[in-house]
């Protein structure tokens, strides 16, 4: 559903996005939980969202499009510990305004890696996106890290704990290096 996807912009803040028109999907997750990878396998591309060797690196926003009235908005990767304070929290606040006023964004896919889920920051989003009425998929990246009794159980564990923000909060387990939840992941995403 997703292979016709391709880059349009990069955007240095949430003010230079493209007009507000159409559906959104975004993109979240520390830096290095493989959100490159994952967007790179569900477009079955090999280089769209370009993986880096240095988190925290880029602070751009990718804009790629998957149809005329349907973009995928990649968003920085957060939890780098070298990022200054102060451009952590400015961060954060754009990202916020843009949880709350983004009338396209109709989706957001929060990624975490399977064996350090829900953070401080993920959660944070979580709350924003759910306090926005905004659709919530909860990615445990790098599922393979994991023996598959293992997996289950913090699959279980975290829908569970999923139930705490009170809202429309899906979560799969996925594995961009064995392909685990790329199909659960495109039926939420196409709901
Ligand atoms: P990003 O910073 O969130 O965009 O993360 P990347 O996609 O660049 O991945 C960060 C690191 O995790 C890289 O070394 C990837 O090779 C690795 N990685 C990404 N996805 C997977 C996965 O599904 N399984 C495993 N084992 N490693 C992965």
Request: zero cysteines.
């Amino acid at each position: 559903a997703f292979q016709n996807t391709h880059f349009i912009t990069s955007a240095p803040n949430i003010g230079k996005l493209p007009p507000d028109e159409g559906i959104e999907i975004a993109f979240a997750g520390r830096s290095n939980a493989g959100k490159s990878s994952a967007l790179n396998t569900l477009t079955r591309q090999k280089n769209l969202a370009r993986t880096s060797k240095t988190p925290g690196r880029t602070q751009l926003i990718n804009v790629f499009e998957v149809a005329p009235d349907k973009r995928l908005i990649d968003l920085p990767g957060y939890g780098f510990a070298k990022v200054p304070m102060a451009v952590k929290e400015k961060w954060q606040q754009s990202l916020s305004e843009y949880l709350q006023q983004r009338d396209s964004l109709q989706g957001l896919v929060v990624m975490m890696d399977i064996r350090h889920p829900f953070r401080e920051t993920d959660q944070e989003l979580i709350y924003w996106a759910v306090a926005s009425e905004i659709p919530v998929l909860v990615l445990l990246t790098k599922a393979d890290k994991l023996k598959p009794g293992q997996r289950k159980s913090t699959l279980l564990q975290a829908r569970e704990a999923a139930l705490a923000f009170q809202g429309d909060v899906t979560v799969e387990a996925f594995s961009s290096l064995k392909k685990f939840g790329v199909s659960e992941t495109e039926r939420v995403l196409n709901r």
